[in-house]
């Protein structure tokens, strides 16, 4: 049934499957939910430097833009290759991407929740001809399938998050490869730090900065910004802050983490607000949630 809807959607113009989208946002922004609950909280806390107003347009624009991201997965995931390859209308600092490679010790890309996040994974092995890994968390069927076959259907490989996907980062690294990761959700105990995010305290992952010291592989950060009225996606790659291999854990994240936010300001409107990064708390500290 999910399968035969994916199809179905899939085959929509891409404004169109975005014209939904963005009116099922407003839907969101108007029926009380926690999607759009936690977006204001999130945008409040993060961007107060915003007035109230602006903050008010930011959460519409945001609801709108999460509705897109969801509309276009069935797209992405199961349209023919060909029409997912000519909605990537451009990529933005390729040379980046080469001069990495060109040092033969790997690329680590570090990709948030920002833009078309699923698109950026599909841009990322379409631009490394497959040569790359990416870590995902498996789920139930048919959405582990689903995933499988979407992200992979550019020749990226999937590495489950457990200590045989840790080996497939590590061999793609030393082989010269490039791998995926996220550097914007709560890792599980142990495998963070707390870092500043947006001026807070974030328990952050330290996988990225620990494999590009344990095996010379540069940073490289990514996102695919989406494009007004369905015109495509834009594939953005940058090169990650001085300090993101310091041999100080903290400095290190603290350093991806800013150049992230960096990313995430520039296209505010794109970034996944909902997401609750700050549950966890340094010791001592209070609830960040009032929920």
Same mark, same amino acid.
Not at 45 to 65: F, H, I, N, Y
Not at 154 to 171: I, N, T, V
Not at 221 to 249: K, M, N, Q
């Given at each position: 049934?999910?399968?035969?809807?994916? @199809?179905?959607?899939?085959?929509?113009?891409?404004? !169109?499957?975005?014209?939904?989208?963005?009116?099922?946002?407003?839907?969101?922004?108007?029926?009380?939910?926690?999607?759009? %609950?936690?977006? %204001?909280?999130?945008?409040? %806390?993060?961007?107060?430097?915003? /007035?109230?107003?602006?903050?008010?347009?930011?959460? +519409?624009?945001?609801?709108?833009?999460?509705?897109?991201?969801? *509309?276009?997965?069935?797209?992405?995931?199961?349209?023919?290759?060909?029409?997912?390859?000519?909605? #990537?209308?451009?990529? @933005?600092?390729?040379?980046?991407?080469?001069?990495?490679?060109?040092? /033969?010790?790997?690329? +680590?890309? +570090?990709?948030?929740?920002?833009?078309?996040?699923?698109?950026? $994974?599909?841009?990322?092995?379409?631009?490394?001809?497959?040569?790359?890994?990416?870590?995902?968390?498996?789920?139930?069927?048919?959405?582990?399938?689903?995933?499988?076959?979407?992200? /992979?259907?550019?020749?990226?490989? #999937?590495?489950?998050?457990?200590?045989?996907?840790?080996?497939?980062?590590?061999?793609?690294?030393?082989?010269?490869?490039?791998?995926?990761?996220?550097?914007?959700?709560?890792?599980?105990?142990?495998?963070?730090?707390?870092?500043?995010?947006? /001026? !807070?305290?974030?328990?952050?992952?330290?996988?990225?900065?620990?494999?590009?010291?344990?095996?010379?592989? *540069? !940073?490289? #950060?990514?996102?695919?910004?989406?494009?007004?009225?369905?015109? $495509?996606?834009? =594939?953005? !790659?940058?090169? *990650?802050?001085? $300090?993101?291999?310091?041999?100080?854990?903290?400095?290190?994240?603290?350093?991806?983490?800013?150049? +992230?936010?960096?990313?995430? %300001?520039?296209?505010?409107?794109?970034?996944?607000?909902?997401?609750?990064? =700050?549950?966890?708390?340094?010791?001592?500290?209070?609830?960040?949630?009032?929920?």
């Amino acid at each position: 049934m999910v399968r035969t809807l994916f @199809r179905l959607f899939a085959t929509l113009p891409l404004p !169109i499957a975005h014209a939904l989208g963005s009116t099922l946002g407003l839907v969101a922004l108007i029926v009380p939910n926690s999607f759009a %609950r936690r977006t %204001r909280f999130h945008v409040a %806390r993060c961007l107060p430097e915003l /007035g109230r107003l602006a903050r008010a347009r930011l959460v +519409v624009r945001t609801l709108r833009e999460a509705g897109k991201a969801l *509309a276009e997965l069935p797209f992405l995931f199961t349209a023919p290759e060909s029409r997912v390859a000519r909605a #990537l209308r451009e990529v @933005r600092g390729r040379e980046v991407l080469e001069a990495a490679l060109a040092a /033969g010790k790997g690329v +680590v890309a +570090v990709s948030p929740h920002l833009g078309a996040w699923e698109m950026t $994974g599909l841009a990322f092995s379409r631009v490394v001809n497959g040569n790359c890994v990416s870590m995902y968390r498996p789920q139930a069927e048919p959405w582990d399938s689903l995933l499988k076959q979407g992200r /992979g259907r550019f020749g990226a490989k #999937l590495a489950p998050s457990d200590r045989g996907g840790m080996r497939q980062l590590l061999e793609m690294l030393r082989h010269g490869g490039s791998i995926g990761v996220l550097p914007d959700q709560d890792p599980p105990t142990g495998s963070g730090v707390f870092a500043p995010f947006f /001026g !807070i305290a974030a328990h952050s992952p330290t996988l990225p900065t620990r494999l590009a010291r344990r095996t010379g592989a *540069a !940073i490289v #950060l990514c996102y695919a910004e989406r494009l007004s009225w369905g015109r $495509g996606f834009v =594939f953005h !790659i940058e090169p *990650a802050p001085p $300090g993101v291999t310091d041999a100080d854990e903290l400095r290190a994240v603290a350093a991806m983490n800013a150049g +992230v936010e960096a990313c995430i %300001r520039k296209r505010p409107e794109q970034y996944y607000w909902a997401y609750m990064r =700050f549950r966890r708390r340094p010791a001592g500290e209070p609830p960040f949630y009032p929920w």
